[in-house]
């Protein structure tokens, strides 16, 4: 059920799994499916990967992102993008 106020992920989160449904009623009922996430915050221009407690400082408490440096993003052969060291 899709809320109009939901956020990015769960939309996303929503549709991959709707995805996975597909798939299985093409190719029948496969017995096992793996999927990977990343996942990563734009701030100030800065990538970081929020799955890397590396990406991050803790100060009072609370994750602080400033002054941490940011992932590298690289834009590979046919414009594929990657980004370097994440999990």
Do not use: H
């Amino acid at each position: 059920m899709a809320y109009e106020s939901d956020g990015l992920i769960p939309r996303c989160i929503r549709e991959l799994f709707a995805t996975v449904d597909k798939r299985r009623e093409i190719c029948g009922n496969v017995n096992r499916i793996s999927i990977t996430c990343q996942y990563i915050q734009l701030y100030n221009e800065k990538v970081y990967d929020l799955l890397n407690s590396d990406s991050y400082k803790i100060q009072n408490s609370k994750k602080v992102l400033d002054g941490v440096p940011g992932l590298k993003i690289k834009i590979g052969s046919n414009d594929n993008i990657s980004i370097e060291n994440v999990y």
